[in-house]
């Protein structure tokens, strides 16, 4: 049997996790199920795009990212529609399309989910020309996700920090929503366009979301008095956001946002400044990822629990000095 290439794209700064030692983990691991492992590291924005698409020039047989949500983006930015697989270690804060995908925060499971072989064709959105593969979102989630981006301090707890300080005075946006020929207004706390369920440190912002249906799931949080609002981040928490009164949910293969202001989005966590009018769509089969499971529905509570007591087991195992090659 012929001996399949893999290019490894590690983003050295994402996330709260070291880095030292990966790329020799990975060589390592994946040598030993016949996978020859090339690795390259990014030094600046973009340069995922770029050394993915020079993969797929080179003719490897997958492109694998070692980062955050950002990194993933930019190498899944390269690869679609190609037919080169996509793995995923997730590094990252957040890691909300492996999470979705049931991918493990671990290094050592990651590689085993990419060693087994198994692939889903999954679908990703367009939004004003730039692909999302997990959630774009305006609004109060927007503008956490830029003062978070300025943080000089990663992790959830700067996350929740910031998240309190902007609830404070947060003042929500105007939206005119058209969708499967309905048109809504209204004055928003956020809005969420969704390929996956969660943005991410199991938030599930859209728990029915699926990642194979060919739609977008579309979550509006409207707007209540501090106390109600609020509670939503309970319920955000829990995988329970969608039974909660202040949101309203859809489905749609694309849709168009026209808001009062222009101002702070995010594209998979990534902040970044667009216009009032926002135009969205979804690319169904798109991307052939490595993943164990395409979609698994959220059960409210006990699938957040269960995550988070995965990464504590994971955590560990590392911490008691498990490494990747026992």
Sequence with gaps: MAERRALLIVNPISGTSRKEG????????????????????????????????????????????????????????????????????PCGSGNGLARHLGIPVDIRAALEIIAEGRTELCDH???????????????????????????????????????FREYISYKPDEYVITANGRVITD?????????????????????????????????IIHYGNLLSTALVGLDLMSGSIDHNMLIHTFRARSLSIE???SGAVHVDGEPMEMGTSLSIECKPSSLRIFTPRADTPIRPLLTPIMSMMNDIGYTLRNVFGKNLDK
């Design 22 to 89: 990966l790329e020799e983990k990975v060589v390592s691991h994946l040598g030993r199920h016949g996978i020859e492992v090339t690795p390259r590291r990014t030094t600046c924005a973009g340069d995922a795009t770029r050394l993915a698409r020079e993969g797929v020039d080179e003719g490897f047989d997958m492109v694998i990212a070692a980062g955050g949500d950002g990194t993933v983006n930019e190498t899944a930015n390269a690869l679609c529609d190609t037919g080169t697989a996509f793995g995923i270690i």
């Design 125 to 163: 959105g367009v939004v004003n020309g730039l692909n999302f593969f997990c959630t774009f979102g305006m609004g109060f989630d927007a503008t956490v996700s830029h003062k978070f981006a300025e943080s000089k301090h990663r992790g959830k707890l700067t996350y929740i920090s910031n998240t």
């Design 187 to 219: 004055r928003a706390f956020v809005v969420a366009v969704c390929n996956a369920s969660q943005y991410g440190n199991n938030a599930y912002i859209a728990p029915q979301a699926s990642i194979t249906d060919g739609l977008l799931d579309v979550t």
């Design 259 to 261: 808001r009062k202001n």
